[in-house]
């Protein structure tokens, strides 16, 4: 091995692997993991994302039952939005067994599947699959040293600037409707027009849409019709 080798060898061994990480994720139990890695680890409010593992890699960490919750809430694709408006290349870290996808929550197979194909070929997030917190960690740790070590680039805290356009104004407006996700938004959008008509829609209308069903139909229906007191 040549001198410029060894030298190169000796600065990747001392170089120290940083994450920046959401302060909501510091109940999780993965800082002390991280820790015995020797990652240097700090926390941050962050707009979009759990863990900044360089300038353009963040991932969004949900365990299985986070994941189903978000699903039905419609939390996931606005935050998957915010992400890759953020980062260049974002990551989607499900942790737990891929098999109580199917079986945890009251979540019909057919919307795990849909939301998973969505996060991946809507949104062009790859999603990395762990069983526990030592295997996230691990994960975690290897991406942040191969950005930083590998390909010397450093966490640093992204916002979005990006402008959301009308289209996309009216999509995160009814998408705040009751079970509503940015896909179920669409469709709706796209049968009636407008907000504003589907504001106006009978009850009928909207249970034609697909995916939306006569209870969900019903929801929105009660939501956007029933006097507030």
């Not at 990747?12 to 909501?24: S, T, Y």
């Not at 737990?96 to 795990?112: D, K, M, Q, Y």
Request: charged share 30%; net charge neutral; with cysteine.
């Amino acid at each position: 091995m040549t001198i410029k080798a060894k030298m190169k060898l000796i600065d990747m061994q001392e170089q120290k692997v940083r994450i920046i990480a959401d302060n909501r994720e510091m109940p999780s139990g993965i800082l002390s993991v991280l820790k015995s890695l020797g990652v240097e680890t700090e926390f941050k409010q962050l707009d979009s994302g759990d863990y900044i593992c360089s300038d353009r890699v963040c991932a969004e960490r949900k365990t299985v039952v986070d994941f189903l919750s978000s699903i039905t809430d419609g939390r996931l694709f606005e935050q998957l939005k915010r992400l890759k408006d953020s980062f260049e290349m974002p990551v989607l870290l499900i942790e737990g067994n891929p098999e109580c996808l199917f079986s945890e929550r009251n979540v019909h197979p057919n919307a795990v599947r849909g939301a998973l194909s969505s996060v991946i070929i809507d949104y062009k997030i790859p999603i990395l699959w762990t069983h526990g917190l030592e295997e996230t960690a691990a994960q975690l740790f290897s991406i942040a040293k191969r950005e930083q070590i590998q390909e010397n680039r450093t966490p640093s805290i992204r916002i979005s600037k990006k402008v959301r356009s009308t289209k996309e104004l009216q999509e995160y407006f009814v998408s705040g409707l009751p079970d509503i996700n940015s896909v179920l938004s669409r469709n709706l959008l796209e049968k009636f027009g407008s907000p504003l008509k589907l504001l106006n829609a009978d009850l009928s209308e909207i249970m034609k849409v697909e995916g939306i069903g006569k209870e969900r139909a019903k929801k929105i229906y009660e939501v956007l019709n029933i006097d507030y007191y």
